[in-house]
RNA sequence: GGUUGCGUGGCCGAGGGGCUUAGGCACAGGUCUGCAAAACCUGCUACGGCGGUUCGAUUCCGUCCGCAACCUCCA
């Protein structure tokens, strides 16, 4: 068995990995809305396809990586009284919904880059494809699967249902959603409940809108991504990935629009989702606020941790479970996740150890197989790490024995750790930088303390040696009354 | 209530009909070490309950219990 398998969402089964366009792979991921800061729950899905656009490109996939800026036309519900989420927090926060969406554009792109994962090919806004938007909705018009209804535009989903499949992303059944369809209010603009909105009509009050074919409104939640996926990367890509709570309705809803505007069943190849982040067993999320923010866990300023996490830490832990499986964030997996770093990164740096021999102690070449199949079995870097953990411990006893690995084997490995650690899981490796100003003062302390105590001996050689040395190092020692005094 | 998924050893977390000692963390004993740390060696424990299919089930089926997600905005 070999190459890439992944599991299809549509057809819940693992499928083997065929582009439309080798090497050309078009992936698109939605993006946040952002109305807000993003939550450690929501770097989850950005970090596991993160991982996946990094194995696709490891594989030598030419990659086209889209992920969009939400920053108009998510409501906050479903029915007409529904508020435009950036609209509202804009007048909250008493900024223009621009600036708000550029406040939490920032932060986004912030608390990612602390995560060490790569930019997406094109990031393109929402607001930045009004046009297309419109287009995009007169089209579904024309080919009978949307209706204007009091200057708002809705996707005919009972009509789409009579000749192609609703329900195929999220597993469900037109009928059973219709029999589970609350009453809300507010919907006799509809014909359907279950019919959606693709453009929205405006209040005159209503702070973002835009002129259309059906008067000033704004486009629908779903509608963004239909438009910017088929713009990019074209009527039939590879892969869509999102979490799994978009599932419903947001994709359902995208896969429809898609099919109404293009007559193409097949819009999206690979449906992937990604698992939830629950938090003490429960689902993080911001409108319950059952959640902490990125930044409060590595400066540890949330009262549900102990302590503070590195993001290469979080980032780690998220990998050592399956993208697909919900995974419960809790202290004691942090911290196990966080010693189990370290001692896979020190193994990986003393490779450089290692003897240079005629033999190898280590089967590089199987490792590496092991590697690319645990990888190849849907992005199965949990496994991936039990192996790296298995070579860990053949390093580590390699060098207390004394063996040696072949140079080639040697660079292998090398190559393999930084591959797949490095280049595939995204681990960065280097010095915390944000403590070392803090780490310099108390090596200097310590210094000073030590010729304190030295000095209390009489032991004026190496007090005067420290001195001296500290000097040199553009450290000012002072002796004053009260104690010994430094500057830098 | 409906739909989907999950329930693995002290904790996290893979796997998937008969040997995976999965892996990590924790724990116990040991080696090494002036002491400690690291590293190494050894040990440790599991598949929610009850039925069924099978020569055999943690793995498949049924059922019950528990949990989660979705059904309404969410990554």
């Given at each position: 068995?070999?190459?890439?398998?992944?599991?299809?969402?549509?057809?819940?089964?693992?499928?083997?990995?065929?582009?439309?366009?080798?090497?050309?792979?078009?992936?698109?991921?939605?993006?946040?809305?952002?109305?807000?800061?993003?939550?450690?729950?929501?770097?989850?899905?950005?970090?596991?396809?993160?991982?996946?656009?990094?194995?696709?490109?490891?594989?030598?996939?030419?990659?086209?990586?889209?992920?969009?800026?939400?920053?108009?036309?998510?409501?906050?519900?479903?029915?007409?009284?529904?508020?435009?989420?950036?609209?509202?927090?804009?007048?909250?926060?008493?900024?223009?919904?621009?600036?708000?969406?550029?406040?939490?554009?920032?932060?986004?792109?912030?608390?990612?880059?602390?995560?060490?994962?790569?930019?997406?090919?094109?990031?393109?806004?929402?607001?930045?494809?009004?046009?297309?938007?419109?287009?995009?909705?007169?089209?579904?018009?024309?080919?009978?699967?949307?209706?204007?209804?009091?200057?708002?535009?809705?996707?005919?989903?009972?009509?789409?249902?009579?000749?192609?499949?609703?329900?195929?992303?999220?597993?469900?059944?037109?009928?059973?959603?219709?029999?589970n369809t609350r009453a809300l209010t507010g919907q006799n603009e509809k014909k359907c409940p279950l019919d959606f909105v693709i453009w929205k009509r405006a209040d005159p009050k209503h702070i973002m809108q835009w002129n259309s074919p059906w008067g000033k409104g704004f486009p629908g939640w779903h509608l963004e991504c239909s438009v910017m996926s088929t713009k990019y990367l074209g009527e039939e890509f590879d892969i869509h990935g999102g979490g799994m709570d978009l599932k419903f309705p947001h994709h359902e809803c995208e896969l429809a629009q898609n099919t109404a505007h293009s007559g193409k069943v097949n819009s999206v190849k690979y449906w992937l989702h990604a698992n939830m982040l629950t938090l003490n067993g429960e689902k993080m999320s911001k409108s319950t606020g059952q959640y902490f923010l990125p930044q409060q866990m590595f400066d540890g300023t949330t009262p549900l941790l102990e302590k503070a996490y590195s993001p290469m830490v979080v980032r780690f832990a998220m990998m050592q479970c399956h993208y697909s499986s919900t995974m419960d964030l809790s202290n004691d997996a942090l911290s196990a996740a966080e010693k189990g770093l370290t001692r896979l990164t020190n193994a990986m740096l003393s490779i450089d150890k290692i003897a240079i021999g005629k033999t190898s102690f280590l089967d590089v070449k199987a490792l590496r197989i092991q590697c690319e199949e645990a990888m190849n079995d849907d992005f199965n870097t949990p496994v991936l790490i039990a192996h790296l953990f298995d070579a860990v411990k053949q390093i580590n006893s390699g060098i207390v024995q004394e063996q040696s690995l072949t140079e080639e084997d040697k660079g292998l490995l090398k190559k393999v750790f930084s591959d797949y650690v490095i280049d595939i899981m995204g681990i960065k490796i280097e010095a915390d930088n944000s403590h070392s100003a803090e780490l310099e003062d108390r090596l200097i302390q310590l210094a000073v303390d030590l010729r304190t105590n030295a000095k209390s001996n009489k032991d004026w050689s190496t007090s005067d040696l420290i001195r001296e040395e500290l000097t040199k190092l553009g450290i000012q020692i002072k002796d004053a009354k009260g104690g010994t005094e430094w500057s830098k």
């Open positions: 068995m070999s190459g890439l398998n992944v599991f299809n969402t549509l057809t819940r089964t693992k499928e083997k990995f065929e582009p439309i366009n080798a090497p050309h792979v078009g992936m698109y991921v939605c993006g946040p809305t952002v109305y807000s800061d993003v939550h450690i729950g929501n770097c989850r899905t950005f970090i596991s396809f993160d991982m996946i656009y990094r194995y696709l490109t490891y594989l030598g996939y030419d990659v086209r990586y889209v992920r969009n800026i939400t920053d108009v036309g998510h409501l906050e519900n479903d029915s007409d009284e529904g508020e435009d989420k950036i609209a509202k927090k804009a007048k909250l926060e008493n900024l223009e919904p621009m600036e708000l969406v550029q406040k939490y554009t920032n932060g986004f792109h912030s608390v990612l880059e602390q995560f060490n994962t790569l930019k997406p090919s094109i990031e393109p806004t929402a607001t930045g494809h009004l046009l297309e938007q419109i287009e995009y909705v007169q089209q579904i018009i024309e080919n009978g699967f949307g209706y204007e209804s009091n200057g708002s535009v809705y996707f005919d989903v009972e009509n789409y249902a009579k000749e192609h499949n609703y329900g195929d992303v999220s597993g469900r059944k037109i009928d059973e959603l219709q029999n």
